[in-house]
T-cell receptor
């Protein structure tokens, strides 16, 4: 079956360290993959999009990689801050369907 | 002002009642979506609409219906609410020219007793 997997366990890290979140998928060949941030009780907010022909994308302290052979995307937050604490969702579009499929998200907690 | 708004933000209702959740957007997008979110299950698509005359079922449409009253308005109805429809509901819009990046509303927390 087709699915997207994100680590369901919360990731706890110390402030200043790099947080790395993983998104794995099976049986898809997406043209691109997106990452969103969701704070408790709020709607997800778009962060980054990476295309299949891009190995890496950066935005300020955020970096996303996309390995279509491994069917995996990694999301990095460098110099993490307590304000980065949230749930991070990955999403992809199964080819030709014009809608996104979301992973369940990974909760990140950055401790001072 | 928020680009995507939802009303109500919270609603408690009883089994069997009809409920309508409303969504409005000022982004000018043709595409609109309704999702529900449950702990551990992530966002699941209920219905989506690519323009006023286009309505499509998503992954979990049973027990729900929608109405696209205008480009800016997309309503979700629960004809006869049941307890397992207790969830957080999100409306979203997207622009296909931006790879369907989704813009979400603040959500409606629905509790069915």
């Amino acid at each position: 079956s087709q699915k997207i997997e994100q680590n369901s366990e919360a990731l706890n890290i110390q402030e200043g360290k790099t947080a790395t979140l993983t998104c794995n998928y099976t049986n898809y060949s997406p043209a691109y993959l997106q990452w969103y941030r969701q704070d408790p009780g709020r709607g997800p907010v778009f962060l980054l999009l990476i295309r299949e022909n891009e190995k890496e994308k950066r935005k300020e302290r955020l970096k996303v990689t996309f390995d279509t052979t491994l069917k995996q995307s990694l999301f990095h937050i460098t110099a993490s801050q307590p304000a980065d604490s949230a749930t991070y969702l990955c999403a992809l579009e199964p080819g030709g369907y014009n809608k996104l499929i979301f992973g369940a998200g990974t909760r990140l907690a950055v401790h001072p | 002002d928020a680009d995507v708004t939802q009303t109500p933000r919270n609603r408690i209702t009883k089994t069997g009642k009809r409920i309508m959740l409303e969504c409005s957007q000022t982004k000018g997008h043709d595409r609109m979506y309704w999702y529900r979110q449950d702990p551990g299950l992530g966002l699941r698509l209920i219905y989506y609409s690519f323009d006023v005359k286009d309505i499509n079922k998503g992954e979990i449409s049973d027990g729900y219906s929608v109405s696209r009253q205008a480009q800016a308005k997309f309503s979700l109805s629960l004809e006869s609410a049941i307890p397992n429809q207790t969830a957080l509901y999100f409306c979203a819009t997207s622009d296909p020219l931006l790879s369907n990046t989704q813009y979400f509303g603040p959500g409606t927390r629905l509790t069915v007793l």
